[in-house]
């Protein structure tokens, strides 16, 4: 189970730092030019890997197996990254990046829809912990309002009012 964490925590700082190259990248490319290279390199390097260390895996998979695998990298690498790095490229990593964390939400919904898994409480415990991540982000003020700073947390939700008068002590 503690390898497991530890390889949660390596790639969230793989995807992290990812976003970070990605948005330097994308200052001299369009996100589409920047998905295609990273989409060649991204197969180049797993594709020597894989072949490397599991040729036996790879020659034992079924057909359908290998069906399942294109349409996940259909989806995943060239559209999803594509999205991804237009967001990184319009709104840059650190204000685009916490709205991944409502991956798990949809990844659980589409698990028990297509596969029938039911989670238990520790991966609904686990959702809400990375989805809460993206939830300030939604009530950003425009520019318009702050202009010193491009985006501030505005004060209308109520995590930011101050506490009630009946509430307070005196």
């Known amino acids: 189970m503690a390898l497991a964490i530890l390889f949660g925590f390596l790639a969230a700082l793989g995807f992290g730092s990812g976003a970070i190259f990605a948005r330097l990248g994308l200052q001299r490319l369009s996100p589409k030019v920047g998905v295609f290279v990273s989409v060649c390199t991204s197969f180049l390097f797993t594709s020597v890997l894989v072949l490397l260390f599991h040729t036996a895996d790879v020659l034992s998979l079924t057909p359908i ?7 996940f990298a259909l989806i995943t690498f060239p559209l999803a990254r594509l999205f991804n790095y237009s967001a990184i490229n319009l709104a840059g990593a650190s204000r685009s990046t ?19 898994e039911r989670p238990n409480l520790l991966i609904g415990l686990g959702i809400l912990v990375t989805a809460w991540r993206s939830w300030p ?18 004060t209308s939700h109520p995590w930011f009012l101050p506490p009630s008068p009946c509430c307070s002590v005196p």
């Open 65 to 71: 197996a290998f069906l399942w695998f294109f349409f």
């Open 98 to 116: 916490p709205m991944l964390a409502v991956s798990p939400v949809f990844a659980t919904v589409i698990a028990m829809i297509t596969l029938g």
């Open 137 to 154: 982000r939604r009530y950003m003020a425009p520019a318009a309002l702050s202009p010193k700073r491009p985006w501030r947390i505005t």
